[in-house]
């Protein structure tokens, strides 16, 4: 259930901070992405250099890198993250965290999260059963934290009683069930669906080609959503630097457009239907040198001739029990053209995004669209993130199976 996750792991000033190194082996050993943040006191307890090397990240702290000025973003960590986890969290940064003390990244970014964040406690047993402590644990609770409860045994002072952070293996069962539980029905399970994303890449010579700015960003995230709703996803892939997380996700990568056209009308037949998210090539030239062209200092002319249109084709092709969703990213009379192409290529909806709509469009982790269907309903919808807008286009495609 953590495969994929993007976990903020926040270490404050306890002696049970070297049960973080364990706890952080234990999340990336489950697959999740990890970012550390320190108090300035939980480097006295464990060093950066251990959990930088766990992680695979330079751990974060400081507002600013005192080297070169960088500035790490509490609002961009807040946004990134799928849970956050404070473990060890003393008496200290919990009072912060209540009163809204803002002095260290850490209580910052847990001020700017917009995810479910966790609380591990740690400390001594008188410390753990003061007012003040179970106050701000209780307010905790209130603002919407999940606080899991430490044990009982043996603590640092030697006393014994309630304070030991609970343990790794535990905090991570704990976090695979929050997971589990909050799993959205497969309200598409027994749906096989076809799904373009990314770019395609139209070979000059064997070193260059013409392509686009396409990050494939938006068609994985949709992949990710179906995936989780119970769908077996055909994701045809152009050339990217993703990859898809999911069990249910099958990638069958290409480069080219010709590649990307026959690997769909390949699968298409055996789908429900199919998303066009792809931006594919709309020319490819016409011969291919097998050598490096060399420069002779003269221009030369690059001839190009048009690709064949996946979604045209796919559009002859599907009967009246399958759907087809199409894209448009557009430049200029973006409502104008995507109408076109709704009607010309036999879509059931597609969804416009316009270059002209500040983070939007390629390699953003953001976009704005308008879903248009068949019948001309246009649905207008905000600048989202790119996992949000997926979730508005599979609710669209859910509609149009009902």
Not at 222 to 236: D, F, I, N, P, T
Request: proline share 5%; hydrophobic share 40%; glycine share 8%.
């Amino acid at each position: 259930m953590l495969k994929g996750k993007k976990i903020i792991l926040g270490i404050t000033g306890s002696i049970a901070a070297y049960k973080a190194a364990y706890l952080l082996r234990s999340l990336v050993k489950e697959g999740a992405e990890v970012q550390v943040i320190m108090t300035p006191a939980a480097k006295n307890f464990i060093t950066p250099v251990t959990m930088a090397a766990l992680s695979g990240k330079p751990v974060l702290g400081n507002f600013f890198e005192s080297s070169d000025g960088s500035w790490h973003s509490h609002v961009d960590l807040g946004l990134w993250a799928d849970l956050m986890l404070v473990a060890p969290a003393s008496a200290n940064t919990m009072g912060k965290m209540v009163n809204g003390i803002a002095d260290n990244l850490l209580v910052t970014t847990y001020l700017s999260a917009k995810c479910p964040v966790f609380v591990a406690p740690a400390m001594d047993l008188d410390m753990y059963k003061h007012p003040s402590t179970q106050q701000n644990i209780n307010k905790l609770k209130e603002f919407g934290a999940h606080i899991i409860d430490p044990g009982s045994g043996e603590l640092a002072s030697g006393l014994v009683g309630k304070g030991r952070m609970e343990e790794p293996d535990r905090i991570v069962e704990m976090l695979q069930s929050f997971w589990a539980s909050q799993r959205q029905p497969e309200s598409l399970a027994g749906r096989k669906i076809l799904l373009t994303a990314g770019p395609t890449y139209e070979k000059i010579d064997p070193v260059r080609f013409i392509g686009n700015y396409s990050s494939g960003k938006m068609g994985y995230a949709m992949a990710e959503e179906l995936a989780q709703r119970g769908a077996k996803v055909v994701l045809v892939s152009g050339p990217v630097k993703l990859k898809a997380q999911h069990p249910n996700i099958e990638v069958v990568p290409t480069e080219s457009a010709a590649q990307m056209y026959q690997a769909c009308l390949e699968h298409f037949p055996s789908c429900t239907g199919a998303i066009m998210a792809a931006a594919v090539a709309d020319f490819t030239p016409s011969l291919t040198d097998t050598q490096k062209i060399k420069r002779k200092g003269v221009s030369i002319a690059l001839e190009l001739q048009p690709t064949k249109d996946i979604a045209s084709a796919l559009g002859e092709m599907k009967n009246s029990a399958q759907f087809l969703v199409g894209f448009a990213l557009e430049t200029h009379d973006a409502l104008e053209n995507a109408q076109m192409k709704l009607r010309k290529k036999n879509l059931d909806f597609i969804v416009l995004n316009s270059l002209e709509d500040e983070g939007a469009g390629f390699m953003t982790d953001t976009n704005k669209i308008t879903i248009i269907d068949r019948y001309n309903n246009k649905t207008l919808y905000p600048l989202k993130e790119k996992s949000e807008v997926a979730k508005d286009i599979i609710n669209k495609i859910e509609e149009l199976l009902s």
